[in-house]
């Protein structure tokens, strides 16, 4: 199993292991989730992460958009807690570079807004 590594971001662009991603997505340590969707578009509540809650890694790395406007509920912030998943909240160009460094150390999911 190889654990997906982010080669390129530009705002609204993605590139993962040679595929490029034009919206929003999940990656799990086992696999992409493209076309990730979220209850309201810029803000990132629990219900939005079930597949993250499912996987149960040790961190997940939230990348809240270009210009760090997807906000992350203090209700995602205290069930992340509750489950034992470190949340890292950066903007995305930020978020991609911390989920590559720790990708290879800790089991890491990503939730990445590509946008604004």
């Known amino acids: 199993m190889s654990i997906p590594q982010i080669e390129d971001y ?3 662009h993605l590139v993962i ?3 490029a991603h034009t919206k929003d997505l999940i990656i799990l340590p086992d ?6 969707w979220r209850e309201e578009g810029h803000t990132l509540h629990t219900g939005d992460l079930k597949p993250v809650f499912e996987a149960r890694p040790e961190v997940l ?7 760090g406007l997807m906000h ?4 995602t912030e205290q069930a992340l807690q509750a489950a034992g998943i ?3 909240a950066q903007p995305t160009e930020q978020a ?8 290879a150390q800790r089991r890491v999911a990503a939730a990445l807004h590509l946008t604004c």
């Open 10 to 12: 530009r705002f609204g």
């Open 17 to 19: 292991d040679g595929q």
């Open 31 to 36: 696999r992409v989730i493209a076309g990730w």
């Open 61 to 67: 790395v939230a990348g809240q958009g270009a210009y």
């Open 72 to 75: 992350v509920t203090s209700e």
């Open 86 to 88: 470190q949340l890292i």
């Open 96 to 103: 991609c570079q911390t989920y590559n460094q720790l990708r």
